[in-house]
């Protein structure tokens, strides 16, 4: 899905600001990856942006601990090392009968003594499996022909916790249950009625339509299935990077609605039938998928399902309690599942960042980057970069970088002051250093004032109009041409009883986008003298250049 980048041509501060590309240039259904591309058509979509917002991870070497903690994970390795030095094993690689009852023992599937059950040996062979699919296990045959395996070259290192060794066995393993969770039946049992009905014995030409109508059936039906999954684990994706932390559980109901019901439309009759369709299909597949640890997983009820009459649960009927509502499936994606599918959708050619990712170096770098990146959750960059800091070198720091007339200075400086925010009081000394300073002075004094200091010069005239331009300037720029937002600041601009005289004092401040700022007032102040003044005062800040 692509993200849609909007130029923002109305900055007069020479071609530099003409071409910047503002965070607010993507609007929030952008981020959570909808499909929308400016100015291009559809032969033209695969080159447009593809975003999905930054997620937190954990170190990878936390997540490669957790993926160690993965029951089936663990039972590859087990099996490995119990395969040293070499194990005997059929022509086809799996155990032999008489290994396959000491293995599920072995991974505690079974008990130390008695009969061992048929669903523990089948587990043990489904994580045997697994181990030879990773290498974890390399088959070979010996010169007497005995087929044998032996510990491949990961396990040890797998063992130790080697972060990037476990990691990339778990995401590919990952990878071969996503692949696995969406094979399909060969046939649909219906048409398989249909034929036994039918009855007579098809001819050798009709027998080979009917096998390659099958083929192409299983083939539709999984690449259909597949393409569902995909969605649903992005959408799980980008719901959980914007979740609070504790809150990133989705219903089944709610996450199949995301995929079925169009963007601010209510759900119908049919579409509520489609969204049933899409919870059933995604059960199985997100349980087979819970098993690698990409999930935390409560299936939908099976007594919903009223077996008599052959009927599925239909959602969305009546209001649910939260227990009632959960019967129905909950599904949260957990870290390391946040980390396989991010890894998938970079191998894809996503913009998937971490948050964080523009934090590593000064503050100009950080604001920079913030500035610039299309794809960013503000607030959680600046969070990162004052972590661990001292707030007086820090806010010295971050005012120093906030300077400049180019196109992203209005906003460099309103995210300092976000991140001054974050400082607290204890930056106070070094916003007081800047009282006097012509671009930083106006918020210096405001964001003292908000601070509760009672001792704040007020700004002279010039500097008090010159704040006005950039503090609109920085919101216009961060609203990305959000017309509400946009109408509630002009309506709380200082222009009452003479508006002439304030706009005509205003158009002469030397700011880079004054004339913008005046012509979005015009176009926006719901009092037509006022917008008419306005406009006036644009054409003549166009004018004076």
Same mark, same amino acid.
């Given at each position: 899905?692509?993200?849609?980048?909007?130029?923002?041509?109305?900055?007069?501060?020479?071609?530099?600001?003409?071409?910047?590309?503002?965070?607010?240039?993507?609007? $929030?259904?952008?981020?959570?990856?909808?499909?929308?591309?400016?100015?291009?058509?559809?032969?033209?979509?695969?080159?447009?942006?593809?975003?999905?917002?930054?997620?937190?991870?954990?170190?990878?070497?936390?997540?490669?601990?957790?993926?160690?903690?993965?029951?089936?994970?663990?039972?590859?390795?087990?099996?490995?090392?119990?395969?040293?030095?070499?194990?005997?094993?059929?022509?086809?690689?799996?155990?032999?009968?008489?290994?396959?009852?000491?293995?599920?023992?072995?991974?505690?599937?079974?008990?130390?003594?008695?009969?061992?059950?048929?669903?523990?040996?089948?587990?043990?062979?489904?994580?045997?499996? $697994?181990?030879?699919?990773?290498?974890?296990?390399?088959?070979?045959?010996?010169?007497?022909?005995?087929?044998?395996?032996?510990?491949?070259?990961? /396990?040890?290192?797998?063992?130790?916790?080697?972060?990037?060794?476990?990691?990339?066995?778990?995401?590919?393993?990952?990878?071969?249950?996503?692949? $696995?969770?969406?094979?399909?039946?060969?046939?649909?049992?219906?048409?398989?009625?249909?034929?036994?009905?039918?009855?007579?014995?098809?001819?050798?030409?009709?027998?080979?339509?009917?096998?390659?109508?099958?083929?192409?059936?299983?083939?539709?039906?999984?690449?259909?299935?597949?393409?569902?999954?995909?969605?649903?684990?992005?959408?799980?994706?980008?719901?959980?990077?914007?979740?609070?932390?504790?809150?990133?559980?989705?219903?089944?109901?709610? $996450?199949?609605?995301?995929?079925?019901?169009?963007?601010?439309?209510?759900?119908?009759?049919?579409?509520?039938?489609?969204?049933?369709?899409?919870?059933?299909?995604?059960?199985?597949?997100?349980?087979?998928?819970?098993? +690698?640890?990409?999930?935390?997983?409560?299936?939908?009820?099976?007594?919903?399902?009223?077996?008599?009459?052959?009927?599925?649960?239909?959602?969305?009927?009546?209001?649910?309690?939260?227990?009632?509502?959960?019967?129905?499936? +909950?599904?949260? /994606?957990?870290?390391?599942?946040?980390?396989?599918?991010?890894?998938?959708?970079?191998?894809?050619?996503?913009?998937?960042?971490?948050?964080?990712?523009?934090?590593?170096?000064?503050?100009?770098?950080?604001?920079?980057?913030?500035?610039?990146?299309?794809?960013?959750?503000?607030?959680?960059?600046?969070?990162?970069?004052?972590?661990?800091?001292?707030?007086?070198?820090?806010?010295?720091?971050?005012?120093?970088?906030?300077?400049?007339?180019?196109?992203?200075?209005?906003?460099?400086?309103?995210?300092?002051?976000?991140?001054?925010?974050?400082?607290?009081?204890?930056?106070?000394?070094?916003?007081?250093?800047?009282?006097?300073?012509?671009?930083?002075?106006?918020?210096?004094?405001?964001?003292?004032?908000?601070?509760?200091?009672?001792?704040?010069?007020?700004?002279?005239?010039?500097?008090?109009?010159?704040?006005?331009?950039?503090?609109?300037?920085?919101?216009?720029?961060?609203?990305?041409?959000?017309?509400? /937002?946009?109408?509630?600041?002009?309506?709380?601009?200082?222009?009452?009883?003479?508006?002439?005289?304030?706009?005509?004092?205003?158009?002469?401040?030397?700011?880079?986008?004054?004339?913008?700022?005046?012509?979005?007032?015009?176009?926006?102040?719901?009092?037509?003298?006022?917008?008419?003044?306005?406009?006036?005062?644009?054409?003549?800040?166009?004018?004076?250049?």
């Amino acid at each position: 899905m692509a993200g849609r980048r909007r130029k923002n041509g109305g900055a007069s501060a020479g071609e530099g600001a003409a071409e910047a590309v503002l965070p607010a240039d993507l609007e $929030l259904q952008d981020l959570y990856g909808a499909f929308a591309a400016h100015g291009l058509d559809d032969e033209d979509l695969d080159d447009a942006a593809v975003l999905v917002p930054p997620v937190k991870l954990p170190a990878e070497q936390e997540l490669a601990e957790q993926a160690k903690a993965v029951p089936m994970f663990g039972y590859a390795l087990a099996l490995a090392r119990w395969a040293a030095p070499h194990r005997t094993v059929d022509e086809f690689g799996d155990l032999v009968e008489e290994d396959r009852g000491p293995a599920a023992r072995l991974l505690g599937l079974a008990p130390a003594e008695g009969e061992v059950p048929e669903e523990a040996e089948v587990e043990a062979l489904r994580a045997w499996s $697994l181990a030879c699919d990773l290498d974890l296990v390399e088959l070979g045959t010996t010169k007497d022909g005995e087929h044998v395996a032996v510990p491949g070259p990961d /396990l040890e290192p797998a063992e130790q916790g080697d972060p990037d060794t476990v990691l990339e066995l778990w995401l590919t393993a990952a990878g071969i249950v996503r692949e $696995l969770a969406v094979e399909a039946d060969s046939l649909p049992e219906e048409e398989a009625g249909e034929e036994e009905e039918a009855g007579g014995e098809p001819t050798p030409e009709e027998g080979r339509e009917e096998d390659e109508d099958g083929l192409n059936e299983v083939e539709e039906a999984r690449d259909a299935a597949a393409e569902l999954l995909d969605e649903a684990l992005q959408v799980l994706y980008e719901t959980t990077a914007f979740a609070d932390p504790g809150n990133e559980t989705v219903p089944l109901g709610v $996450l199949a609605a995301l995929l079925v019901v169009p963007e601010g439309e209510e759900p119908s009759e049919e579409l509520l039938g489609d969204i049933t369709d899409v919870m059933v299909a995604l059960d199985p597949m997100l349980g087979d998928l819970a098993e +690698l640890g990409l999930l935390d997983y409560r299936p939908i009820d099976p007594e919903l399902f009223d077996e008599e009459e052959g009927e599925e649960p239909v959602v969305g009927e009546a209001p649910l309690d939260e227990e009632e509502s959960a019967r129905f499936g +909950l599904v949260r /994606l957990t870290p390391l599942g946040q980390y396989g599918i991010r890894q998938w959708l970079l191998e894809d050619g996503y913009d998937a960042p971490l948050v964080g990712d523009l934090a590593q170096g000064d503050a100009a770098e950080l604001l920079r980057g913030v500035c610039e990146s299309a794809n960013v959750l503000p607030e959680e960059e600046l969070r990162v970069w004052v972590a661990g800091r001292e707030p007086v070198p820090a806010a010295r720091e971050l005012l120093a970088a906030a300077r400049g007339d180019d196109a992203y200075g209005p906003l460099r400086r309103m995210l300092c002051v976000s991140a001054l925010n974050l400082l607290g009081a204890e930056a106070e000394p070094a916003v007081r250093e800047v009282l006097d300073d012509p671009e930083l002075g106006g918020s210096a004094r405001a964001w003292l004032s908000a601070l509760g200091a009672t001792d704040v010069p007020v700004p002279d005239r010039t500097m008090a109009l010159w704040t006005v331009v950039d503090t609109f300037a920085a919101q216009l720029l961060d609203s990305g041409g959000d017309a509400a /937002l946009l109408r509630e600041l002009v309506t709380d601009l200082p222009v009452k009883g003479d508006p002439a005289a304030w706009f005509g004092e205003l158009w002469r401040v030397d700011h880079p986008y004054t004339a913008d700022v005046l012509e979005a007032i015009g176009e926006l102040h719901t009092d037509r003298a006022v917008a008419k003044e306005a406009r006036k005062a644009a054409f003549k800040a166009r004018s004076k250049g």
